[in-house]
């Protein structure tokens, strides 16, 4: 009995040994496995949608990214090109609870998880697209939990030089508003005039 509660710590030891409760290791910058040991991901599809704030990118122009969905505690991003399973582009300052990971030779070149704290939809990631790409799009391995992971969950298709994020449609959209607002003043102007006019004669 004391051999198999010895053996059964020991095994534990060596799971254990295998996860990265503080970030995906460099290895798995391309295949995006987790090494949960022999854990495999999840095969039913993820239950989360990775949202760029935009269509489409320009260069050195930042694009925020969410991972919408459940509540996940692992996480490893990256922006990649095409067929191509090198990451690319330059992620910003990384939010609460996740870290930079090297890949690719870029310091910057990916974001994991730095424990396993929650993370959520209101994690807000930030990414600034390189010189040259084309047909950008997002790929995460988002994990629940050690055991309970999503491989390749995939955004959109960005297109290059159709927008650049949030930042240019809220300033349309305030640049819009002004217009409207003084077609309105101008209007309102004239019709005093015509009632002044009126009462003059």
Excluded at 41 to 61: D, N, W
Excluded at 70 to 96: F, N
Excluded at 116 to 133: D, G, L, R, V
Aim: hydrophobic content about 40%; aromatic content about 8%; proline content about 7%.
């Amino acid at each position: 009995m004391d051999v198999l509660i010895l053996g059964f710590i020991v095994l534990q030891f060596f799971t254990c040994a295998t996860c990265y409760p503080n970030g995906a290791p460099a290895s798995a910058c391309v295949d995006m496995m987790p090494k949960h040991g022999a854990v495999q991901p999840q095969p039913s599809p993820a239950p989360y949608t990775i949202l760029p704030s935009s269509t489409g990118f320009q260069t050195g122009k930042p694009i925020t990214v969410i991972i919408k969905g459940p509540d996940y505690r692992g996480v490893l991003l990256e922006a990649r090109s095409g067929s191509d399973t090198k990451a690319i582009g330059t992620w910003q300052t990384p939010p609460a609870n996740t870290k930079f990971l090297a890949c690719a030779g870029n310091p910057q070149g990916a974001i994991t998880h730095a424990n396993t704290n929650i993370k959520n939809s209101n994690t807000i990631y930030t990414w600034i697209p390189p010189a040259a790409a084309t047909n950008v799009y997002f790929m995460a391995t988002v994990a629940q939990q050690r055991t309970v992971y999503w491989l390749n969950v995939k955004s959109a298709n960005l297109t290059q030089g159709s927008g650049g994020g949030t930042q240019l449609n809220v300033s349309d959209s305030a640049e819009t508003q002004k217009a409207v607002t003084s077609f309105i003043l101008a209007l309102l102007f004239i019709a005093l005039l015509a009632n002044l006019q009126y009462l003059v004669e």
